[in-house]
């Protein structure tokens, strides 16, 4: 990605715009802020001297700027330098995701750009209240009925980015395929050639599965590294069990993390989801609970061995 954001920068230059009417901005949603080393190494001294960048804080309200809700009443905040700006172009890379389907695309502004409130609307399309589980539809490898990334895409389409350009890369960050052009048709091919060339068949479930993210930035903490530990859950057996590789340097990604397990119920539950659901979504927490707990004592022992 470096690669593709420093060329099209220049690019735009070369075009004769001006480098003081550019911003790049970080779609970092409810995540933590690029450091100061992150921003050096994704943009290099080229941009960094010559552009100016921007931090999204989703919980900064004097960022946000409504323009409204959907149909389904999500609240549609964005980052106003969105707005701000004569033309918006999306970068970022295709990959999976457990419930969105796929990464980049219209990802890039909801929830990377979106505010604390847009962000969780959106990604509580993924459940269902009345059964206490997953929304039909929603799940990996998905765009079509899928109501997270529907959604998602729906408060993209308020901005109506001007052109995309997302990348399909190794296992070093090296980009090796490239789709540009209309925001949503380009990612949609995207989309529909990483699955062709990236999804296995799985011939028989295993009663132990083990997992790991791919090194970092995939494992760099708890909230990051659990996406491969859904995915590992495809390939283990009912009453089986998955053992997650994972760094987590960062520990658990946010401070509140664990609490969140502890609490009775989302504030957003249905009464039909805490008559339904709330007892297995109880021991549904408990397990996760435990697991995150052990996750970050193991990580901590390890470092204390390693003389971290």
């Not at 494992?219 to 009453?239: F, P, V």
């Not at 709330?278 to 022992?301: C, I, K, T, W």
Request: glycine content about 10%.
């Amino acid at each position: 990605m470096t690669q593709v954001v420093n060329l099209l920068v220049r690019r735009l230059v070369q075009l004769g715009v001006a480098p003081s009417d550019l911003r790049v901005i970080f779609a970092t949603g409810i995540h933590r802020p690029v450091t100061e080393a992150e921003r050096r190494e994704l943009l290099t001294p080229f941009i960094t001297q010559r552009v100016r960048t921007l931090d999204h804080d989703a919980d900064d309200s004097s960022q946000h700027v409504s323009l409204g809700k959907t149909e389904r009443g999500t609240p549609i905040e964005v980052n106003r330098a969105l707005v701000e700006h004569s033309h918006v172009i999306l970068t970022g890379a295709v990959n999976f995701h457990y419930f969105a389907g796929f990464t980049g695309g219209r990802k890039s502004i909801c929830p990377g750009l979106a505010s604390a409130r847009t962000i969780s609307a959106t990604h509580l399309q993924a459940l269902d209240f009345e059964t206490g589980g997953q929304r039909a539809g929603v799940g990996t490898g998905r765009l079509d009925g899928n109501a997270v990334h529907e959604e998602c895409e729906r408060v993209a389409a308020e901005i109506a980015p001007s052109f995309l350009i997302n990348t399909v890369v190794d296992e070093r960050g090296r980009a090796t395929r490239l789709y540009a052009g209309d925001w949503r048709a380009a990612h949609r091919l995207a989309c529909a050639e990483f699955a062709d060339t990236h999804a296995l068949d799985i011939e028989e479930k295993r009663a132990v599965v083990v997992a790991g993210c791919g090194g970092s930035p995939h494992d760099i903490n708890l909230i990051q590294a659990h996406k491969a530990l859904d995915m590992a859950t495809y390939a283990c057996a009912e009453g089986g069990h998955v053992i997650l590789v994972a760094e987590c340097a960062e520990g658990l990604g946010r401070a509140d993390f664990i609490d969140w397990f502890d609490a009775k119920d989302s504030e957003n539950d249905s009464r039909a989801h805490r008559r339904r659901g709330a007892g297995e979504s109880r021991r549904r927490r408990r397990r996760l609970r435990v697991a995150a707990r052990r996750a970050l004592h193991a990580g901590r022992r390890s470092r204390r061995k390693l003389g971290a």
